[in-house]
């Protein structure tokens, strides 16, 4: 996920480039005179470094993480109200079908039921056999409302703990 706009990563950067601007004549020299590009990252190996510089790069590095994380997980759990609200439209769908189409097909179907059954018995089966649509519409809907539910954002919270282990993993070395 790309972030467009913020405001203390630009900040980050400007503030990057203009300590930068001791060397970043040097590496353009280099460039010119070796025809390569892309030493750059070398060169920032090279520089020496304070502590408290790299601390200070990594919480900032760290909370940029932490908000693109928060950015993620929000939109997760947009996505996951968008399941929800068509597992509830499913629902919708059924009732809307179980009143007036039903008894539509309901009326029909009995009266052609009427004259080969007893009229009881036709509006029997038409009862059962619309309750049984009615029915699958609704284990539809409960199907799409249980991927939707609960609405936590599995995946992000995933890249978060990988994130975690790994920072973990570079602290203990």
């Known amino acids: 996920m790309?972030?467009?706009?913020?405001?203390?990563?630009?900040?980050?950067?400007a503030a990057e480039r203009e300590h930068a601007g001791g060397?970043?004549?040097?590496?353009?020299?280099?460039?010119?005179?070796?025809?390569?590009?892309?030493?750059?990252?070398r060169d920032w190996e090279e520089q020496d470094r304070s502590v408290g510089e790299i601390v200070g790069d990594?919480?900032?590095q760290?909370?940029?993480?932490?908000?693109?994380?928060?950015?993620?997980?929000?939109?997760?759990?947009?996505?996951?109200?968008?399941?929800?609200?068509?597992g509830g439209g499913m629902f919708a769908?059924?009732?809307?079908?179980?009143?007036?189409?039903?008894?539509?097909?309901?009326?029909a179907a009995g009266i052609a039921l009427a004259l080969v059954w007893p009229a009881w018995l036709a509006a029997?089966?038409?009862?059962?056999?619309?309750l049984a649509v009615a029915g699958i519409f609704a284990l539809v809907g409960?199907?799409?409302?249980r991927e939707a539910l609960p609405p936590v954002p599995d995946e992000t919270m995933e890249h978060?703990?990988?994130?975690?282990?790994a920072l973990r993993g570079r602290m203990d070395r």
């Open 62 to 86: 760290v909370a940029h993480l932490a908000r693109v994380e928060a950015q993620l997980a929000a939109r997760e759990i947009g996505d996951k109200a968008k399941q929800g609200a068509f």
């Open 124 to 130: 029997l089966v038409m009862g059962v056999a619309l």
């Open 160 to 165: 978060a703990r990988e994130d975690a282990r």
């Open 58 to 60: 990594l919480t900032s």
């Open 142 to 145: 409960r199907a799409k409302l």
């Open 23 to 41: 060397w970043a004549g040097a590496d353009r020299d280099t460039r010119e005179r070796t025809g390569r590009r892309g030493g750059g990252r």
């Open 2 to 13: 790309e972030v467009r706009h913020d405001p203390e990563a630009q900040a980050a950067r």
């Open 93 to 107: 769908l059924a009732g809307v079908t179980a009143i007036y189409g039903g008894a539509a097909l309901a009326l």
